[in-house]
């Protein structure tokens, strides 16, 4: 059964799903740009089997505030925020795309509260050139703000972020999306490399695997979580 809760850190009301035994092993899912706790549906429940699930909508998306005040920097310590809330001195994590770099700046952070890290066909931080940024029509479930800030940011990272993987401590699996992903492959492999220890998976499905290939990737990431 997955429940919806919230909790207030920072000023900021963080949403997130929560799901598995209760006394199981604590595993925080992070996902994309846009994308909150609901995109993990397609395998939370296999990761609920042997995990006490925790998926969070990030600030300026879904369910939880949308301050104005937006930055990767500030989503790392709203997690680590929420950990605190939530009593969980250390935890598994499992993030997607820009959802892992807010998960890599925490492992680099904080080491010691990381123990197991999956970065699923998550970008290596250094300068890149976009295509322009478009501003979906309609409604967005997310706040656009949010979206400038933080590409601003994946664009042209600071130096210091790919300097400080070599701090991560975490044992850590990087799942590349292969050739139809958007994101460049070779740094994703060389993220791979930089985190000490980091191994690297491909499954060649794209950006989005663990909705483009459910079983398979939940399977992997089972068998890491688990060694």
Excluded: K, N
Excluded at 163 to 187: F, K, N
């Amino acid at each position: 059964m997955t429940e919806r809760r919230t909790v207030r850190v920072a000023g900021v009301r963080l949403s997130y799903e929560v799901s598995g035994p209760p006394d199981a092993v604590p595993l925080l899912l992070l996902p994309g740009l846009g994308e909150g706790a609901a995109d993990w549906a397609p395998v939370a429940p296999a990761f609920a089997r042997d995990h006490r699930v925790y998926a969070l909508d990030l600030r300026g998306h879904g369910r939880s505030d949308w301050p104005g005040r937006y930055s990767l920097e500030l989503m790392r310590d709203d997690v680590a925020a929420f950990l605190d809330a939530a009593g969980l001195d250390r935890v598994r994590v499992v993030a997607h795309s820009m959802g892992g770099v807010v998960a890599f700046l925490l492992a680099a952070a904080e080491p010691e509260r990381v123990a197991r890290l999956v970065l699923e066909d998550v970008p290596l931080p250094r300068p890149r050139t976009p295509p322009p940024l478009v501003r979906p029509e309609g409604d967005l479930a997310f706040d656009w703000e949010m979206v400038v800030a933080v590409r601003q940011q994946l664009d042209t990272p600071p130096a210091h972020w790919l300097e400080r993987l070599g701090d991560i401590t975490a044992e850590t699996l990087v799942v590349a999306g292969g050739p139809l992903s958007h994101v460049p492959q070779d740094g994703v492999a060389e993220l791979a490399r930089r985190i000490p220890g980091g191994r690297l998976l491909t499954l060649p499905v794209g950006h989005l695997i663990h909705r483009d290939a459910p079983e398979e990737f939940a399977t992997e990431v089972c068998a890491f979580l688990g060694a």
